[in-house]
């Protein structure tokens, strides 16, 4: 499940999937941006990993595989008025356009992986140029710090990517205005407080999974960065229905990274994907 705490306002879905108006404008791609793929890799040695996970995700995967799942989520939470959004790591900006087509009035996206940027401009080409929804090519630790600048945050598959999940924390806590609310999804394990698997290599199959928390777990460390009333609003076991080859993604997918006689297992011996739902505020 990647989820979402959505809906409320104006439907654009509809009208941003078939406005196929096009435009003129090609994305223009910052000056500064060779200097940051250049220094990406050795400030975020992941992100190639990273990158490559998500290019699991064409849309019309995202479209028939995530969206069932997740519309309830998006039906749960309405977003505030007028909402500004952040959507970090957002791939080729997916979620982006579900954000907007829930009435968000500016949507971001950040992602450092150029492919993704390209996808995403691609889509708004047809979908409408003028439309407030942009991904820029830059990842987290590019923002600028302290930005207060956002309604809503959202840090989807992430969070068990970085090395450092406190300094993800409070990075997001920074981003969000005074009482603004981050979503945070991430796979999690089963336990109580202070229980956190932190894989000696590979969990199914990623090699760059560094800290995966019980709900427990992660909501003190929420707490400890300074979010308010931090809350699970979801859990549920990935199942080889929803994520699963297609003829669009021929690669592996779940069913093979779980032990075949023992699906509650990945084929290391951890505990089998389970991803949760977070929600906190910041402080005003
Ligand atoms: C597992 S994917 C999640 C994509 C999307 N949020 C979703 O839920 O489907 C991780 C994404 O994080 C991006 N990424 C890698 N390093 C990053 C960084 N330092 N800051 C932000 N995003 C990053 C990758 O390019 C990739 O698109």
């Avoid at 250049?38 to 992941?46: A, G, V, Y």
């Avoid at 500004?84 to 907007?100: A, E, P, T, V």
């Avoid at 150029?114 to 401009?121: D, E």
């Avoid at 809350?231 to 075949?260: A, C, G, H, N, Y």
Wanted: proline residues 8%; glycine residues 8%.
């Amino acid at each position: 499940m990647r989820g979402a705490a959505l809906s409320g306002g104006a439907n654009r879905g509809s009208s941003v999937g078939t406005a196929l108006m096009g435009g003129p404008n090609c994305p223009t791609v910052p000056l500064s941006f060779a200097r940051i793929m250049n220094t990406s890799s050795e400030r975020n040695p992941q992100a190639a990993q990273m990158a490559d996970e998500s290019m699991l995700r064409t849309l019309r995967f995202q479209i028939e595989a995530i969206w069932p799942q997740e519309s309830r989520l998006f039906a749960r939470y309405a977003l505030p008025v007028d909402a500004h959004i952040l959507d970090i790591g957002c791939g080729n900006g997916y979620h982006c356009w579900r954000m907007l087509g829930a009435g968000a009035e500016r949507v971001i996206g950040i992602d450092p992986s150029v492919k993704f940027v390209f996808q995403f401009y691609a889509i708004k080409q047809f979908a409408g140029h003028d439309l407030p929804i942009d991904v820029l090519p830059l990842g987290i630790e590019h923002m600028p710090q302290k930005m207060a600048a956002f309604d809503t945050v959202f840090s989807m598959g992430i969070l068990y990517h970085r090395r450092s999940p406190m300094d993800h924390l409070r990075e997001l806590r920074e981003l969000l205005k005074p009482g603004g609310q981050l979503v945070l999804e991430t796979l999690v394990i089963e336990g109580g407080a202070n229980q956190v698997l932190v894989p000696d290599d590979r969990y199914a199959k990623m090699p760059n999974v560094w800290f995966l928390p019980s709900p427990d777990t992660l909501i003190g460390w929420m707490k400890k960065n300074g979010l308010k009333n931090p809350r699970m609003v979801d859990i549920s076991t990935t199942t080889i229905e929803e994520q699963r080859s297609t003829d669009w993604m021929t690669f592996e997918s779940l069913k093979d990274f779980l032990d075949p006689n023992d699906p509650s297992k990945t084929v290391e011996g951890h505990p089998a994907p389970v991803r949760a739902v977070f929600i906190a505020e910041a402080p005003y």
